[in-house]
């Protein structure tokens, strides 16, 4: 978070609120956020629930006296820096195409370390919006209209850690709206992880031969 959220707070659109869904953290990062950031809402799990702490910011403002009805969710991974321009790109393309209904962007090191400076290489050379539809978009970096959400139902806490943008993408597929990537940049760590190896490859494999049963078929499953 001390690297992610000074990208989030700077970006040159202003009207969006920022919601941390803390997984019971054992380190200060509570503390840490009322010292550093007392802007950012707080949603607090009494357990790890991984992604799926993010259901709630559908329901939380709401329930917590917070004014108005978000038009877009953006979901976020905390291993992450963005441009800038990321939201105010996002808004700008989805509020011209409404067929969109979910929105990705150039993940600098999705799969292989990439420096955090090719970031701002990246920024700099940035000339103009394109975009191109996809099948899949990037779980830890996602941009979606709300009023998708609220039809096709959010993250499936059953998943746990893995699997879960897969699931839901696979509902936003039998939908009217498209899937999309925008070139404006950000840049992943793919060197932190939160999860052993062995535990990752576990539930990696769990959680995709559920995605089969639960999408295709228990032969699908069995496959896989």
Known sequence: LEYCLPTLVSQDYSNFKIFIADNN???????????????????????NISMAAMNEVLTWPAENGLPGIPEYIFVAGWDLKFDRRCISHAVELMNQKKDIGLLG???????????PSELDARSANWKKTEFFETDWVPGACSFYRADLLREVGFLDPAYFAYAEEDDMQFRIKESNFKRVIINTPCWQ????????????????????????????SLVHGLRT
């Open 189 to 216: 760590n793919v060197r932190e992880s939160a999860i052993p190896l062995a535990l990752a490859s576990y539930l990696s494999m769990r959680n995709t031969i559920r995605f089969q049963i639960k999408n295709r």
């Open 25 to 47: 953290s054992t380190d200060n990062v509570q503390e840490w956020l009322v010292n550093n950031h007392p802007d950012v809402y707080l949603i607090k799990q009494n357990k």
């Open 105 to 115: 962007f150039e993940v600098i090191g999705l799969f292989d370390w990439a420096d």
